[in-house]
């Protein structure tokens, strides 16, 4: 966030012009400036409520103020024997929490102790109240001010409210693992995601739809973002979701779709979704998604789509050669654009896809027309992993895409896309599916 910005929100806080602006408590900085004397490390944490006015206007002024007392409870109780807690204006929702004898990371851990306990203690009655906590420490940047401590503290807050109900530190910006770690999480989250997939099939599929749609085997992407959001609740990954940019007529994977029966659903601590429907009632596309951004799509191959549904064809045994451009470019965009709405901090993100069902298939260059005998493809599966980071999807994706497909094409006798084709194809796929985003 800008610093000009900042300063316009500090000018006008909860939506108040700067002249009703109730007047700061000056206990507050008393009480720090004493702790920051004693010359022992100090932090601070700042804390508001998320969708606060939402209480007053819809259940009054008094569960107003209810709400309030509360959440100053929660507080104390956390901050019980380590700090002191105090308001900070005479009215308003906004609380500061002085911990003496902490340092930034640990402050930051008591503040998600903080959000977690508000998220789940209902204190807005029917009103969903969460909260957004800033933190930050003396041990970093040597601050000695008791009101610079505790601007930087409202300005993390600031920073937090970006997304609301999280915490933000100056060390959270760097919350990244490394690559290695990251490969490793996603693929345990590509299998249990698999694995998931698997079972819905068994429990929801009858044999002969299953064969129809799934038996021929189909495509899947994973990819998982290093910098992650502050435990990102699930109702705002949806939000999220349902932001991203996304024409009907294409892929548009992990969208959200309207209908309500056909809504993404949670299951343990992630979304799942089949988004559309077939004649039958069944969808060709499953996904899921989890708040530590981990992502899953599994579509089985648009190849095999015969008209003709409840009724079980053989699989079209072809590949359609510009098909996997698309899917796969259209997957690898949705990272960096998920990124971006989100307000993340560039870093890795991994990329892994797998295709089965290619045994015995052969390439084709139209849907309608016969796959070419040169290029067979004869191996069951092929699977291909690519690392790269956040801020480069966009100016890379067509090498991003590129290696992700390399060993797809390379199964169908070496079978190489010219560069040429591939930008052009890449081209066509964002002016025609993704949107402006």
Not at 156 to 163: D, L, P, V, W
Not at 182 to 187: A, E, G, N
Request: net charge negative; charged share 25%.
């Amino acid at each position: 966030m800008t610093e000009e910005r900042i300063e316009d929100l500090q000018e006008n806080r909860s939506g108040l012009a700067a002249d009703r602006q109730p007047e700061p408590r000056e206990d507050v900085l008393r009480i720090l400036a004493a702790e920051l004397r004693r010359g022992c490390p100090v932090a601070v944490i700042y804390s508001d409520l998320d969708n606060f006015k939402s209480v007053n206007d819809t259940l009054g002024h008094i569960a107003g103020d209810r709400c309030v007392e509360e959440f100053g409870r929660l507080l104390a109780k956390i901050a019980e024997g380590r700090g002191t807690v105090c308001r900070r204006y005479a009215t308003g929702d906004e609380f500061v929490t002085i911990l003496p004898n902490f340092v930034t990371a640990e402050a930051a851990a008591v503040a998600e102790r903080i959000r977690g306990a508000v998220e789940e203690s209902h204190i807005g009655g029917e009103v969903p109240i969460t909260a957004s906590l800033g933190v930050h420490g003396t041990d970093i940047g040597a601050v000695t001010d008791a009101g610079e401590l505790l601007q930087l503290a409202d300005r993390m807050m600031y920073q937090a409210k970006q997304t609301k109900n999280r915490v933000a530190s100056p060390a959270s910006a760097e919350r990244t693992i490394g690559r290695a770690e990251l490969t490793r999480s996603l693929d345990r989250w590509v299998e249990e995601s698999s694995s998931r997939w698997e079972k819905v099939a068994r429990d929801r599929i009858s044999g002969e739809n299953r064969a129809l749609y799934y038996a021929w085997g189909g495509w899947s992407i994973g990819y998982a973002i290093a910098a992650i959001p502050s435990r990102l609740s699930l109702p705002e990954l949806l939000q999220a979701l349902e932001k991203m940019p996304g024409q009907t007529r294409c892929l548009h994977p992990w969208r959200v779709p309207l209908a309500a029966d056909k809504k993404p659903y949670p299951f343990e601590r992630a979304l799942e979704c089949w988004p559309t429907a077939s004649p039958d009632g069944f969808s060709p596309e499953f996904w899921r998604a989890s708040p530590e951004l981990r992502m899953f799509y599994l579509r089985k191959h648009e190849e095999d789509e015969l008209p003709g549904a409840g009724h079980v064809f053989p699989a079209s045994r072809k590949l359609l050669i510009h098909r996997p451009i698309w899917r796969i470019g259209e997957c690898v965009l949705h990272a960096a654009r998920l990124s971006r709405s989100l307000n993340l901090p560039p870093g890795p993100v991994a990329f892994r896809a797998k295709w089965t069902g290619l045994m015995g298939r052969r390439l084709a260059s139209k849907s309608t027309g016969a796959p070419d005998s040169q290029h067979e493809c004869r191996q069951e599966s092929v699977e291909s992993a690519v690392t790269t980071s956040t801020a480069e999807i966009e100016e890379r994706l067509c090498e991003v895409t590129a290696a992700l497909l390399a060993p797809l094409y390379e199964a169908f006798d070496l079978f190489r896309v010219e560069d040429q084709t591939l930008q052009s194809e890449i081209a066509n796929m964002l002016a025609d599916c993704v949107g402006a985003g």
